[in-house]
């Protein structure tokens, strides 16, 4: 005979104690698997994490254990991502904000820039006004052995007639050497190569639509890369007068060419310091670089340099320097701007 409290009945009476606890216990909660959805965003979010340490080589240093795992590491990571999106979406509609920070990106600057574009006060233009362009310059003279010298920069006026129809005086020019006529053979309607400010008004104002449409109207030079080629033919637009929507809608286009970085220190050919808009052929090695002013956000000039040594060119040579002096409309020939309020 058992002792009580001992032997097989004791083994009964706790087991029955242990069933009856856990039928009064609620049920373990079951894990979640994680969505396709959130094993998405974790896989983008890592990637971000390994393009920034790509991007940004850490100096030499001996190698020591790491103290963090991963899944502790990616919060921090999480909110730097969240915060640079913020950024970006808020960063767009400043009229003249000149409280870029340190790191702004180039699509963020851009979008400053279309922002302060899009309130800018242009009245419409007539086709029998012409638009005036002030400006001073220099392009480098290319000797036979590659090397490349900055001629002495000059200043020049231009009147650009604003007629759509073809026409075989296009405008005149002003410079040392006096007044001269601007001729087209054959004539030449208003378009990418003469652009108006009724032809600039029919393009597209959705930056993609745009973009595609600038891409088909270009042709890129012997060598150049197709988006080079972009690039430079919207900075041979944005010294022209077009509608603020427009002109919002070409820097929106501009963002999303590949490329594209923020120079935070350039200077056009008057001697005047802004952020740079710049892109880099990579095959050419030579740099084009827009200049906006500091404060207005208004386009200034632009620059070309090599990146590169090429031949007998060096790395550094500027190729050509352009500044933006002064511009509006007028009614006609040798007419200029009285009071508009655009110099630059």
Same mark, same amino acid.
């Given at each position: 005979?058992?002792?009580?409290?001992?032997?097989?009945?004791?083994?009964?009476?706790?087991?029955?104690?242990?069933?009856?606890?856990?039928?009064?216990?609620?049920?373990?909660?079951?894990?979640?698997?994680?969505?396709?959805?959130?094993?998405?965003?974790?896989?983008?979010?890592?990637?971000?994490?390994?393009?920034?340490?790509?991007?940004?080589?850490?100096?030499?240093?001996?190698?020591?254990?790491?103290?963090?795992?991963?899944?502790?590491? =990616?919060?921090? #990571?999480?909110?730097?991502?969240?915060? +640079?999106? &913020? %950024?970006?979406?808020?960063? $767009?509609?400043?009229? @003249? /904000?000149?409280?870029?920070?340190?790191?702004?990106?180039?699509?963020?600057?851009?979008?400053?820039?279309?922002?302060?574009?899009?309130?800018?006060?242009?009245?419409?233009?007539?086709?029998?006004?012409?638009?005036?362009?002030?400006?001073?310059?220099?392009?480098?003279?290319?000797?036979?052995?590659?090397?490349?010298?900055?001629?002495?920069?000059?200043?020049?006026?231009?009147?650009?007639?604003?007629?759509?129809?073809?026409?075989?005086?296009?405008?005149?020019?002003?410079?040392?050497?006096?007044?001269?006529?601007?001729?087209?053979?054959?004539?030449?309607?208003?378009?990418?190569?003469?652009?108006?400010?009724?032809?600039?008004?029919?393009?597209?104002?959705?930056?993609?639509?745009?973009?595609?449409?600038?891409?088909? =109207?270009?042709? #890129?030079?012997?060598?150049?890369?197709? +988006?080079? &080629? %972009?690039?430079?033919?919207? $900075?041979?637009?944005? @010294? /022209?007068?077009?509608?603020?929507?427009?002109?919002?809608?070409?820097?929106?286009?501009?963002?999303?060419?590949?490329?594209?970085?923020?120079?935070?220190?350039?200077?056009?050919?008057?001697?005047?310091?802004?952020?740079?808009?710049?892109?880099?052929?990579?095959?050419?090695?030579?740099?084009?670089?827009?200049?906006?002013?500091?404060?207005?956000?208004?386009?200034?000039?632009?620059?070309?340099?090599?990146?590169?040594?090429?031949?007998?060119?060096?790395?550094?040579?500027?190729?050509?320097?352009?500044?933006?002096?002064?511009?509006?409309?007028?009614?006609?020939?040798?007419?200029?701007?009285?009071?508009?309020?655009?110099?630059?």
């Amino acid at each position: 005979m058992n002792a009580a409290g001992s032997g097989p009945d004791r083994a009964e009476h706790e087991e029955a104690e242990r069933e009856e606890l856990a039928r009064l216990l609620p049920a373990p909660a079951e894990r979640d698997v994680p969505s396709e959805p959130y094993l998405h965003h974790k896989d983008r979010l890592m990637q971000h994490i390994d393009d920034d340490q790509n991007r940004t080589p850490a100096p030499a240093r001996k190698a020591r254990p790491r103290l963090l795992r991963p899944a502790l590491v =990616m919060p921090a #990571a999480a909110l730097a991502l969240a915060g +640079a999106l &913020a %950024v970006t979406f808020t960063g $767009g509609g400043g009229s @003249g /904000d000149s409280a870029a920070q340190p790191r702004e990106t180039a699509t963020v600057l851009l979008d400053r820039i279309a922002g302060t574009a899009a309130k800018s006060d242009v009245r419409p233009v007539r086709q029998d006004q012409f638009a005036y362009v002030k400006s001073v310059g220099a392009g480098a003279e290319m000797k036979e052995n590659g090397a490349s010298e900055l001629d002495p920069r000059s200043r020049r006026e231009v009147w650009k007639s604003q007629q759509v129809k073809r026409i075989n005086k296009t405008g005149e020019i002003h410079d040392d050497e006096g007044y001269s006529p601007m001729y087209e053979l054959g004539g030449s309607p208003a378009g990418i190569d003469r652009p108006t400010y009724q032809w600039l008004a029919s393009l597209p104002t959705d930056p993609d639509v745009l973009l595609e449409e600038l891409y088909r =109207m270009t042709e #890129a030079e012997d060598g150049q890369e197709k +988006a080079q &080629a %972009v690039f430079e033919q919207i $900075g041979r637009l944005l @010294g /022209d007068v077009m509608p603020p929507e427009n002109a919002a809608a070409l820097y929106k286009a501009v963002a999303k060419i590949p490329g594209v970085t923020r120079q935070e220190d350039a200077v056009d050919a008057a001697g005047r310091h802004g952020f740079g808009i710049a892109r880099v052929d990579k095959r050419t090695w030579v740099a084009n670089v827009w200049i906006f002013d500091r404060d207005s956000l208004a386009y200034l000039g632009e620059r070309e340099y090599r990146t590169k040594d090429f031949a007998a060119g060096k790395k550094g040579d500027v190729l050509s320097e352009y500044a933006l002096l002064e511009h509006g409309i007028v009614d006609h020939y040798r007419e200029r701007p009285q009071g508009d309020g655009t110099t630059k």
